[in-house]
């Protein structure tokens, strides 16, 4: 990946105001450094993070893009009084959504990051380029004509690295799992089968839950949580 413009360690103090969508680069392309217009956040060269915060004030920033709540520093330059760094009590929402995974059904993105922990929406089986849920077929009634449920474990399991990997993650730094099975009886064995090959060794910490129903036809949906080094 290539590299911007480095700019100099805790060269940006500013006011910030709460629940505004800011973009932090290193680019060195904007006229507003740190700030740039997010115009080239789906090039592969640079990738702005799109934040907020939750309290209006004055914020020391950094380029070091060393800290895990980027881009404020966790002061460990120690070149700058700890009392100009972020306050504990705000947070930093970086908000992720990509065009490469299912729309989401409802008003929530792909994917929040708060410090170096990463939180993914429910996600489920339907094929990004058509909307599609694999090895399903109905009938008018909405009667299974088709339906292969280890194609949407494989389709899940898909999405979720997708988005882990759009976020700056990735499957191996998944550290706990959700499952919500609309019939645990019929489908728990075949996914229990496809876990174990997906994660032959040190898998995240799993959670399976029996639910009636998902807003569509689904059979499956993951909640993740994973580390973002």
């Not at 973009?23 to 993070?49: A, E, M, R, T, V």
């Not at 990735?170 to 996914?191: A, E, I, N």
């Not at 959670?207 to 036809?217: D, E, V």
Request: with cysteine; proline share 7%; charged share 20%.
């Amino acid at each position: 990946m290539k590299k911007g413009k480095p700019t100099q360690l805790f060269s940006y103090k500013t006011n910030l105001e709460a629940d505004i969508i800011y973009y932090w680069c290193n680019c060195g392309l904007s006229s507003n450094q740190p700030f740039c217009d997010g115009s080239h956040k789906k090039d592969n060269d640079f990738q702005p993070i799109e934040f907020s915060v939750s309290e209006t004030k004055t914020y020391a920033l950094c380029g070091c893009r060393h800290s895990y709540n980027l881009p404020f520093c966790d002061g460990h330059h120690k070149s700058l009084p700890k009392d100009l760094i972020k306050s504990e009590n705000s947070i930093l929402h970086q908000t992720i959504n990509t065009d490469k995974a299912p729309i989401p059904v409802g008003n929530y993105p792909h994917a929040k990051r708060v410090g170096n922990l990463l939180f993914l929406s429910g996600i489920g089986p339907r094929t990004p380029s058509s909307d599609e849920i694999p090895g399903l077929k109905l009938d008018k009634n909405g009667n299974f004509l088709e339906f292969d449920f280890a194609a949407q474990v494989r389709s899940v399991f898909d999405n979720v690295k997708i988005v882990l990997e759009a976020s700056g993650s990735s499957w191996q730094q998944l550290v706990d799992v959700t499952v919500f099975l609309v019939d645990m009886k019929r489908d728990f064995d075949t996914y229990n089968k496809i876990w174990a090959e997906y994660f032959p060794h040190n898998p995240p910490c799993r959670t399976t839950c029996a639910i009636t129903a998902l807003p569509t036809p689904i059979a499956i949906e993951l909640k993740c949580i994973a580390t973002i080094e």
